[in-house]
């Protein structure tokens, strides 16, 4: 009796083991699919945001370092300002919006790197300042013929007139919309090549 109490026990603990195993699988392989698919950007859209306090997968802090100080919000005293977007795949469009208080009122223009120039636009937006006058302004770029190095897209901030490092710009986040065609608008296949092109020039 005690032998089969003992055997019906092993094969319960061996049942259960090998439940676990393949939900452990199969959740990294549902992960990994996740993951893929919002590189992919399947549905055609692809929202990251930042408020440069740290590295994220998508954004690095704002460079050089001596020209930005990092507190409650990323404080720009030094001109031009610098930051790098990584890209997981090809897209066509970034929206760029950007909150920010320009207590100063400099011209404050941004952009990406197109060789060795950059395509500079001016900030614009209607919203109204919040009740601690920071403002949503944004730019438009189309992507193609951007200079994309290791799947890193370099961004300035331009504020001509910055020369006093005590009258500086606040930034309280930074948020980049990508677009590209969905995966059902035109070949799905031609889109999964699209991106496995991308991967392979870039990484």
Known sequence: MTMIMNMMKHMTITIIMKFIKAVIIIGSVCLVLFLILQDMAWTGRLEVQ?????????FTILKPQDRNIIGDFAYIKGEPAYFDLYLPRDFDKAILEIEYKNEFGYPIQIGP???????????????????????????????????????????????????????????????????????????????????????????
């Open 113 to 203: 790197n197109v060789g060795l120039e950059w395509e500079l636009k001016d900030l614009s937006g209607d919203l109204p300042p919040d009740e601690n006058n920071f403002i949503i302004q944004g730019a438009e770029f189309d992507l193609e013929g951007k200079n994309i190095n290791n799947g890193k897209l370099r961004f300035i901030i331009s504020l001509p007139g910055l020369f006093e490092p005590e009258k500086g710009v606040y930034v309280k986040n930074l948020k980049i919309t990508l677009l590209r065609d969905p995966l059902w608008q035109g070949s799905a296949a031609d889109n999964l090549i699209s991106y496995l092109k991308y991967a392979k020039n870039q990484f």
């Open 50 to 58: 930042t408020d440069f306090k740290k590295f994220t997968p998508f």
